[in-house]
């Protein structure tokens, strides 16, 4: 059995590790680019935690604080996740699962 070696996610830009080690910014992109098992695993997480998140009657822009991404990312995530015919209604704090009416 073949152990892949763990990738950690890079916190400088290809171009920024390329310019240090002397070598093209595509080189850097795949030395160390994510698995894309990896990066789909977290990617699913991270919708599945917004559209929780928004059920508990938490709006965009506080999701998108308490997850460090942008508001418009929370926006596109729950239109896709409302288009694929996913239950977004929100709970109460007893989580009775009663509808929050809007006008």
């Known amino acids: 059995m073949t ?24 080189t850097v992109m795949r030395m160390i680019s994510e698995e894309r098992a990896a990066y789909e695993g977290r ?14 009657g938490l709006k965009g ?3 998108a604080r308490e997850l460090s991404v942008t508001a418009g990312l929370v926006s596109i995530r729950l239109r896709e996740a409302r288009s694929a015919g996913v239950d977004l209604t929100r ?8 509808r929050e009416t809007r006008t």
């Open 43 to 56: 990617s699913r997480q991270r919708r599945d935690r917004i559209v929780d998140l928004h059920r508990q």
């Open 3 to 26: 152990q892949h070696p763990r990738r950690e996610r890079r916190t400088a830009t290809a171009r920024e590790l390329a310019d240090r080690f002397g070598v093209s910014p595509r």
């Open 61 to 63: 822009y506080e999701i």
């Open 91 to 98: 709970y109460t704090a007893t989580g009775e699962g009663n």
